[in-house]
């Protein structure tokens, strides 16, 4: 079962052509989102969210579900000028441009996560800093969507988020920021514009939760007291991580986008970032 949630920046939106238009699509093993907006003025014209009654477990099984929706969705079943791709997991590490070299992507994930001899490696360009985002794809959806679209951009979530959060960055001072999801958050510490640490981890109870955010002050020597903490993504003030984070660090804020579409979203500001944010 697939639950959709829609939001639309005007109810007389009709998205009957798709010139100068830009579909971005986000998915995950939780659920599937995608936004339309106008390529050249970059104003968000729709937005929908599926959310997934279970977590799925394989690729095989996340394919059946984002088939279902391309084949049950009209907005996208359009000729799009452009398509991007986000393929959200933690399947992922980051590699200084120093070190890098396009032959060796699977060295590279080898320390970090289990991979196949049959996985598909990709490699992301951090434009705002220099290091690559080496990863792992879901090549079947990838496959699926070219039949749909033909050539495609696709990228990893954390690229697209370290490049919106350092472009948007107006901190003085180390920052941390937390993007949450239903059952996995992703942190990144900047400096400035500096990236010093972008890591993912799954979370099953609150106490996980803060346990990684702490974990990641200690191991960079961050003063609770003094270094904020920005939340984006599934939270809010009324959650129990939220309270959480609140009692062991000081300086808690949301990250909201400056998106006109949440005029009318049903949505806060900070949700959906990777793809509304602004």
């Known amino acids: 079962m697939i639950k959709k949630i829609v939001q639309i920046n005007k109810s007389n939106t009709v998205l009957s052509k798709a010139d100068n238009i ?11 989102s995608f936004c339309v907006q106008n390529s050249t003025s970059k104003e968000i014209l729709y937005f929908s969210e599926y959310i997934f009654d279970s977590k799925q477990t394989t690729p095989e ?11 049950t969705d009209a907005q ?18 980051l590699v200084p441009q120093t070190y890098f070299k396009e032959e060796c992507l699977s060295d590279y994930l080898q320390f970090t996560i289990k991979t196949l001899k049959t996985d598909f490696i990709a490699f992301d360009t951090i434009k ?7 990863y792992v794809p879901y090549i079947n959806i990838n496959n699926y969507l070219f039949q749909n679209f033909g050539a495609f951009t696709y ?3 954390v690229s697209v988020l370290i490049e919106k959060l350092i472009n948007q960055n107006t901190q003085q001072a180390k920052t941390v920021y937390v993007n949450v999801s ?16 972008a890591n993912s981890f799954h979370y099953y109870s609150k106490e996980d939760f803060i346990y990684y955010i702490l974990f990641v002050y200690e191991q960079l020597t961050l003063d609770t007291e003094k270094t904020a903490l920005f939340l984006i993504g599934k939270i809010n003030v009324n959650s129990e991580i939220y309270k959480l984070a609140y009692t062991y660090v000081r300086n808690v804020f949301f990250k909201e986008s400056k998106s006109s579409i949440f005029n009318t979203l049903e949505s806060s500001k900070h949700e959906h970032y990777i793809l509304l944010g602004q």
């Open 22 to 32: 830009q579909l971005s699509i986000q998915f995950n093993l939780d659920g599937f």
């Open 61 to 71: 099984s996340l394919l059946k579900k984002i088939e279902h929706i391309f084949e």
């Open 76 to 93: 996208l079943q359009k000729d799009f000028d452009n398509v991007l791709v986000i393929h959200q997991n933690d399947l992922y590490t």
């Open 128 to 134: 705002t800093n220099e290091f690559y985002n080496v």
């Open 155 to 157: 990228k990893h979530h």
């Open 182 to 197: 239903k059952s996995s958050i992703d942190i990144i510490v900047i400096d400035t514009k500096t990236v010093l640490l």
